[in-house]
């Protein structure tokens, strides 16, 4: 039972929503059986609903059903009467949670059953309800189009002549230009990552025909215009600065689960743009962090992912924006999640002391972080071996580069993680041994060094080379 959808979608609700799904199975109108209620207290009693132990089956029969000897098949049959009646439940909330949606639905109903006094006013108050909206996203289009159509459908019934195709034409061009920006946005993020390549349809003709007509003045679809634009014409810089208008301009149109995926889009922007050199494009991703954790755009489920936190982190660190990467880390770690914060807020102060040249106490917060996360610590034994170097501990330095080589081959670490820390480690091993008043070694070990690649903290080390 542990592992049944069940469980899984269970432990998803927060106290507001199990106090609504017991009123929802209290109601005979939703469920008629006992057994089903008593299966659903017995879960949020006492958080069993978080302990295995109390979710075998064996074990919560003779709750729901008691004095009766075990039934494997009553016992799956209540599991999946509440798990109906759950969905059931979801689907309810998510309707009520639209109310343009609901209107249309229910002018349906009443048009089906030819109540067409109640189906004209239910229309008016859809309309009244969508000019009302504060979204203006993908999904303000498909209810608008929803919307007309429905309305086109009831007026139909009565004439031939004036009835509103032309403004059903328009809804539906604009709910699939929108929507298809949308999708070909996330198509172009997959690609990057996945290395796939997607057909794309009418997408240059749909284009095309945005830049000739007047489009752009819907923010759903100008966001998602200039995003793909941005992506795919890098080099034209003005197509991200477009984007940034329209994020500032009309940031509110949209729910906070869409307008974190424009500014993740937005964000990967400007990672390529410094990828290819453009280093002024660290104070854009900046700027964009540092507004999506304030208004907590960039949050899922009121958490930070550790991989955001260090981004922002790292990001801040790299403008020297210390104060603000020192306050950041003291108000958000609550965020984190709890199973990841203590080693993370450990390895985000120990950058920052390292970047301000606190060895010591970037040293005391490494000893305290303990990861299974290779990759972070690897990061970890990068900045000690650096911190070594710089203190000139010689044989500190020594036993970690010896230490980091053989946790590099103890791992069963990817290649394309293995190669640049191993570079580093072979190459810093060279700059310690390096002759000081050998010109000729120096130069040439300065050489290998910029013609390695990957390489992190090449900089780093070339520094080291001319210092010495």
Same mark, same amino acid.
């Given at each position: 039972?542990? *592992?049944?959808?069940?469980?899984?979608?269970? *432990?998803?609700?927060?106290?507001?929503?199990?106090?609504?799904?017991?009123?929802?199975?209290?109601?005979?109108?939703?469920? $008629?059986?006992?057994?089903?209620?008593?299966?659903?207290?017995?879960?949020?009693?006492?958080?069993?609903?978080?302990?295995?132990?109390?979710?075998? &089956?064996?074990?919560?029969?003779?709750?729901?059903?008691?004095?009766?000897?075990?039934?494997?098949?009553?016992?799956?049959?209540?599991?999946?009467?509440?798990?109906?009646?759950?969905?059931?439940?979801?689907?309810?909330?998510?309707?009520?949670?639209? $109310?343009?949606?609901?209107?249309?639905?229910?002018?349906?109903?009443?048009?089906?059953?030819?109540?067409?006094?109640?189906?004209?006013?239910?229309?008016?108050?859809?309309?009244?309800?969508?000019?009302?909206?504060?979204?203006?996203?993908?999904?303000?289009?498909?209810?608008?189009?929803?919307?007309?159509?429905? !309305?086109?459908?009831?007026?139909?019934?009565?004439?031939?002549?004036?009835?509103?195709?032309?403004?059903?034409?328009?809804?539906?061009?604009?709910?699939?230009?929108?929507?298809?920006?949308?999708?070909?946005?996330? @198509?172009?993020?997959?690609?990057?990552?996945?290395?796939?390549?997607?057909?794309?349809?009418?997408?240059?003709?749909?284009?095309?025909?945005?830049?000739?007509?007047?489009?752009?003045?819907? /923010?759903?679809?100008?966001?998602?215009?200039?995003?793909?634009?941005?992506?795919?014409?890098?080099?034209?810089? =003005?197509?991200?600065?477009?984007?940034?208008?329209?994020?500032?301009?009309?940031?509110?149109?949209?729910?906070?689960?869409?307008?974190?995926?424009?500014?993740?889009?937005?964000?990967?922007?400007?990672?390529?743009?410094?990828?290819?050199? &453009?280093?002024?494009?660290? !104070?854009? @991703?900046?700027?964009?962090?540092?507004?999506?954790?304030?208004?907590?755009?960039?949050? %899922?489920?009121?958490?930070?992912? !550790?991989?955001?936190?260090?981004?922002?982190?790292?990001?801040?660190?790299?403008?020297?924006?210390?104060?603000?990467? %020192?306050?950041?880390?003291?108000?958000? $770690?609550?965020?984190?999640?709890?199973?990841?914060?203590?080693?993370?807020?450990?390895?985000?102060?120990?950058?920052?002391?390292?970047? *301000?040249?606190?060895?010591?106490?970037?040293?005391?917060?490494?000893?305290?972080?303990?990861?299974?996360?290779?990759?972070?610590?690897?990061?970890?034994?990068?900045?000690?071996?650096?911190?070594?170097?710089?203190?000139?501990?010689?044989?500190?330095?020594?036993?970690?580069?010896?230490?980091?080589?053989?946790?590099?081959?103890?791992? *069963?670490? @990817?290649?394309? =993680?293995?190669?640049?820390?191993?570079?580093?480690?072979?190459?810093?091993?060279?700059?310690?041994?390096?002759?000081?008043?050998?010109?000729?070694?120096?130069?040439?070990?300065?050489?290998?060094?910029?013609?390695?690649?990957?390489? /992190?903290?090449?900089?780093?080390?070339?520094?080291?080379?001319? $210092?010495?």
């Amino acid at each position: 039972m542990k *592992k049944s959808r069940l469980i899984h979608i269970l *432990k998803t609700f927060n106290k507001k929503e199990v106090r609504e799904l017991r009123k929802w199975l209290q109601s005979p109108a939703h469920n $008629q059986r006992e057994d089903v209620l008593h299966l659903f207290e017995y879960l949020f009693e006492k958080n069993h609903l978080e302990r295995d132990k109390y979710l075998e &089956k064996e074990k919560v029969y003779p709750i729901v059903y008691p004095k009766e000897p075990y039934d494997d098949a009553k016992m799956r049959q209540a599991i999946h009467f509440l798990f109906k009646a759950v969905e059931g439940f979801l689907i309810y909330e998510e309707l009520k949670n639209d $109310q343009v949606k609901s209107e249309i639905t229910l002018a349906r109903v009443y048009r089906k059953r030819s109540l067409h006094k109640l189906c004209e006013s239910t229309l008016k108050n859809a309309d009244a309800m969508q000019g009302k909206s504060v979204f203006r996203n993908v999904e303000f289009f498909r209810n608008d189009y929803q919307l007309q159509l429905e !309305r086109y459908h009831y007026v139909a019934g009565f004439q031939r002549k004036d009835v509103n195709l032309q403004e059903v034409s328009n809804a539906l061009d604009s709910t699939y230009f929108a929507d298809k920006l949308q999708q070909s946005c996330f @198509m172009l993020a997959h690609e990057a990552v996945y290395k796939k390549e997607y057909d794309k349809g009418l997408l240059k003709e749909i284009l095309e025909y945005i830049e000739k007509n007047d489009y752009l003045k819907y /923010p759903a679809i100008a966001v998602y215009y200039y995003g793909f634009k941005a992506l795919t014409d890098r080099d034209e810089e =003005h197509f991200f600065y477009s984007l940034k208008d329209e994020i500032d301009s009309f940031g509110g149109y949209f729910p906070f689960d869409e307008l974190r995926i424009i500014y993740l889009l937005s964000i990967n922007y400007c990672i390529n743009r410094v990828n290819t050199g &453009k280093k002024s494009f660290y !104070r854009e @991703m900046f700027d964009l962090y540092k507004a999506g954790m304030e208004g907590k755009i960039l949050f %899922e489920n009121d958490k930070v992912t !550790r991989w955001t936190f260090l981004n922002v982190v790292t990001t801040g660190i790299l403008l020297k924006e210390y104060g603000w990467i %020192e306050l950041f880390i003291e108000n958000y $770690q609550e965020y984190l999640e709890e199973e990841h914060r203590e080693n993370i807020v450990h390895y985000s102060l120990a950058r920052l002391n390292f970047e *301000k040249k606190n060895y010591d106490d970037a040293m005391r917060l490494l000893v305290q972080y303990d990861s299974d996360e290779i990759v972070m610590n690897l990061n970890a034994k990068l900045m000690l071996l650096k911190m070594y170097f710089e203190l000139d501990e010689i044989d500190a330095l020594s036993s970690a580069i010896d230490s980091t080589r053989a946790y590099l081959k103890r791992k *069963k670490v @990817m290649g394309y =993680h293995k190669t640049p820390f191993t570079n580093f480690t072979s190459l810093l091993k060279k700059v310690m041994n390096v002759n000081p008043f050998d010109r000729a070694a120096k130069r040439n070990l300065k050489t290998e060094i910029e013609g390695t690649n990957p390489l /992190p903290d090449k900089n780093w080390l070339l520094i080291q080379i001319d $210092q010495l």
